[in-house]
DNA sequence: CGAACCCTTGATACGCTTCAACAAGAGTGG
DNA sequence: CCACTCTTGTTGAAGCGTATCAAGGGTTCG
């Protein structure tokens, strides 16, 4: 029945997309800048991040954490991506977010002395790194300058979420996938293409979309002269246009 | 054509329910502690903000922040409520969350250093409080305890917008009321019941639903004889039946 | 090859919105 | 005082948007 250890095997959409190897050293120091603010200026507040970070590989469908579980981490992703959702005994996982990159997978859970409430799986080969939270605590009442990093990192999640509330109340499908393609795209002149690196039903969880939805609504929009999909790549032919429907 | 100087006036469910006079002098001290965690002990780091705090007062309709506006400060409402969404010039007012007693209004927008992205108006009169994020900032270098408050508001702020965004994505319109109902329903015991503060269409604002549906929602649950709805006052008559709608 | 996974397309069903009409309450002004 | 207006909640009929169910084709892997 399961064909690759797991049900929700990622099987990525081109096989000729997979990540660099990148084997990392154990002890490789790991770039705390992108995490907080992409400002690496001045960053001696992080040097005492590297004592305490405990860095995991996980392949693909692991566990990262459940929902059950109390939250005694603050958890990152460095390379590779990550899904936050329920899994659920029947179906293979009700994916709500997925996060790319260097970013963080949960730092709220654990300043609440609760369980994390969503579970985590790893999306693909990923490398992850953890802070235990009493440390981290520790560390923070000799260093302000991380606390207000930390304070940042949690303000812009509370943005982030509030646009994403805003959009799941206000906006419909076509507006929401508009604004996901808008947010995603790259090479800017000309050229503008979104290249999609999950399975169509991922991104289409995430929009809170049926996969049968999203397919009909990239074919309406390549109807309408805007986008031009070929397979696991988007190329956007009207940007004006797409940019209008994104819109409020 | 404005009747009440402005057409987002709230017009209290009972006029009866009028908020307590409650003329404050201007130095009134202000109680921090139910808006970080409720812990009032050992709150001497809170002690800072005293000096900080500018307190507002504000008749309902008047506006807290605009959405435009440079978030310089972190706004708290401590009595009264006040609605946050955006203010369209046709429609009357586009809620999308309303905050009530002692909360936070925004904690997050001003350490991003741009606009409130959202706007905010008294629905109520309130009583509000403003702290300068500058000095706040700075209070902190001093206050390592103070970080820790703000970053735990801040991590409750998150986990509530990750719940909400779940059940607008996985629930429908009848199990978010349940959810709504359970979470604001009180007097436990053989008489339980949920006191609407607000006008419905506000309720279902929030709700991501029209007035239309949460009168015909309640109605069907009436029928079920879950609620019986009298006015403003809706009386759970089968609680579990409602926590069993209200659950994943 | 068949099995298992993916995406797509079509037909149908359901949930919720939209539009329109109505009754009730509250403030206003003749 | 009553008529008038404005707001609110309610109910009904029609329509849109999206989910659900079912079927088929493409790809990968054993």
Redesign the pocket.
């Known amino acids: 029945?399961?064909?690759?250890g797991c049900?929700?095997?990622?099987?990525l959409?081109?096989?000729s997309e997979l990540p660099p190897l990148h084997r990392v050293r154990a002890e490789s120091a790991i770039d705390w800048a992108p995490l907080f603010d992409g400002d690496s200026s001045g960053a001696a507040e992080l040097r005492g991040l590297d004592a305490l970070g405990i860095e995991r590989q996980l392949s693909h469908g692991e566990l990262v954490f459940s929902r059950r579980q109390r939250a005694e981490h603050l958890v990152a992703v460095i390379s590779g991506s990550v899904g936050l959702g329920l899994a659920r005994d029947g179906s293979?996982f009700h994916l709500q977010r997925s996060v790319h990159g260097p970013q963080w997978v949960d730092l709220s859970s654990a300043w609440l002395d609760g369980p994390y409430g969503q579970d985590a799986v790893a999306l693909s080969k990923a490398r992850l790194v953890e802070l235990p939270w009493p440390a981290v605590r520790e560390l923070l009442h000799g260093e302000p300058a991380l606390a207000e990093r930390l304070l940042l990192s949690l303000a812009r999640q509370v943005q982030g979420l509030n646009g994403l509330t805003h959009d799941l109340m206000h906006?419909?499908?076509?507006?929401?996938l508009a604004v996901w393609l808008c947010q995603h795209c790259q090479g800017s002149d000309a050229e503008v293409i979104v290249p999609?690196k999950?399975?169509?039903?991922?991104?289409?969880a995430q929009l809170?979309?049926?996969?049968?939805?999203?397919?009909?609504?990239?074919?309406q929009l390549q109807r309408k002269g805007v986008l031009a999909?070929r397979?696991?790549t988007v190329q956007v032919l009207d940007l004006p246009a797409l940019q209008t429907l994104a819109q409020d």
């Open positions: 029945m399961l064909r690759r049900t929700f095997a990622a099987m959409p081109r096989s293979p906006k419909d499908a076509e507006r929401r999609l999950e399975r169509k039903r991922d991104i289409a809170a979309i049926t996969p049968e939805t999203l397919s009909r609504l990239l074919r999909v397979g696991y």
